[in-house]
Every structure is written in C-alpha cells, then in structure tokens.
C-alpha cells in the first residue's frame, strides 16, 4: 500500500510541475503570439541591410555625340596583412603584385609587415582589365573595393572647358561645376533581408 505522505509529496511534485510548465508555455505564447511592436521592428532591422548604390554620373558630349567625359569602373586593390602572414606566401603575392600594379616590390612587403593592420591599400583606381587579371590569379588576402572614376576620352584637351570632378565626384570646374545638379545622378539602395 501506498502512504498517504507519499501520496501527498507525489501530488505536490506533479501540481508543481504542471504549474511551472504552463508558466512557461503561458510565457512563450506571449512572447511569439503576443503584440509587441518594438520587438518585431528591432528583429526587422538586424535581418535587413540597406546599401546605398551610388549613381553613375552623367556623360558629357560633344555636339556630334563623341564622349568627352563619362564615368569607368576601377578597382581600389588593397591588402590584408594578417591573412597574408598566416598563409606565409608574401613574397609570392608581392612579386605578382609589384609586375601586374607596376609599384615597387618593396612597397608591398613593406605594407604585408605591418602588424595588426586588416588593410593597407596598394593601389587605387586601378582598371578593370588588370584588376580581373589579378582576382583570376585567386591569391589569398588580396581585396578589390569597386569605385566610380571620372575618364576624360580627350585627355587635357578642353580640359579648362571641361573642368574636373574631385574625388568624391563633385564637379569642381567648368561644366562639372556648372552642370553638377544634372550630371550627378540620384542615388539609389538595395534592401536585402538576411
């Protein structure tokens, strides 16, 4: 035969047990079926990222339609020392660096030595066709950064007409200046969701 005592202690436990899991399903319903606005919006912000999509700026043409100026695509190639250090092949990288960039070899392994540095640049704007040569080569702490960059067809001629854009593509002489509102394009975003 079973003792009351124990009956009463096994009643407790199981009373106590039914109490403490329906608090925590009562809890866990609230929290996923209950409104709570500042929760979903902070939960909608760490899976979304926007990324401002900067805008191509406007070409300029002569009266026959020959481009004067128009914006290219280069690539800023820059380095990260730390990656480049655990895989022991610097030599190797600043050799083909030094022959593709035309900068001296020195100037790298000076750049990979740096320590705690994750970026050095070294070089910037450099054209798409050597920076393509370089990203098939697949080497291991090199890194491209995609920036817009203003190309004059015509070189220095016109250029006092023309004028300039600085390096944050604001018109800063001649039609650059004068036309900046119509030039420069309006910005877009990518919104993606994680």
């Given at each position: 035969m079973?003792?009351p005592a124990?009956k009463a202690?096994?009643?407790f436990?199981?009373?106590?047990?039914?109490l403490?899991l329906?608090?925590?399903?009562y809890?866990?319903?609230?929290l996923?079926?209950?409104p709570n606005?500042e929760r979903e919006?902070r939960?909608m912000?760490l899976?979304?990222s926007?990324?401002?999509?900067?805008a191509?700026?406007?070409?300029?043409?002569?009266?026959?339609?020959?481009t004067?100026?128009m914006d290219l695509?280069?690539?800023?190639v820059s380095i990260?020392?730390v990656?480049?250090?655990q895989?022991g092949?610097?030599d190797?990288i600043?050799?083909?660096?030094a022959?593709?960039?035309q900068v001296?070899?020195?100037?790298i392994?000076?750049?990979?030595?740096?320590e705690?540095?994750r970026y050095?640049?070294i070089?910037p704007?450099?054209?798409?066709?050597v920076?393509d040569?370089?990203?098939?080569m697949?080497l291991?702490?090199v890194n491209?950064?995609?920036v817009?960059?203003?190309?004059?067809?015509?070189?220095p001629l016109?250029?006092?007409?023309?004028?300039?854009?600085?390096?944050?593509?604001?018109g800063?002489?001649?039609?650059?200046?004068h036309l900046?509102?119509?030039l420069?394009?309006?910005?877009g975003?990518?919104v993606?969701e994680r």
């Amino acid at each position: 035969m079973i003792e009351p005592a124990y009956k009463a202690r096994m009643g407790f436990i199981i009373l106590s047990g039914i109490l403490m899991l329906g608090g925590l399903g009562y809890r866990l319903a609230f929290l996923h079926l209950g409104p709570n606005q500042e929760r979903e919006e902070r939960i909608m912000s760490l899976r979304q990222s926007e990324r401002v999509i900067a805008a191509e700026r406007g070409r300029i043409l002569d009266r026959r339609g020959n481009t004067l100026a128009m914006d290219l695509i280069t690539q800023d190639v820059s380095i990260d020392p730390v990656v480049i250090q655990q895989r022991g092949h610097g030599d190797f990288i600043a050799a083909h660096l030094a022959r593709l960039l035309q900068v001296p070899p020195a100037m790298i392994q000076e750049r990979m030595t740096r320590e705690g540095r994750r970026y050095e640049l070294i070089k910037p704007r450099v054209h798409q066709d050597v920076a393509d040569q370089i990203s098939r080569m697949q080497l291991h702490g090199v890194n491209f950064t995609e920036v817009m960059t203003r190309f004059y067809t015509q070189g220095p001629l016109m250029s006092h007409v023309l004028g300039f854009t600085n390096l944050e593509g604001i018109g800063s002489a001649g039609i650059e200046q004068h036309l900046h509102s119509s030039l420069r394009g309006t910005p877009g975003w990518r919104v993606t969701e994680r």
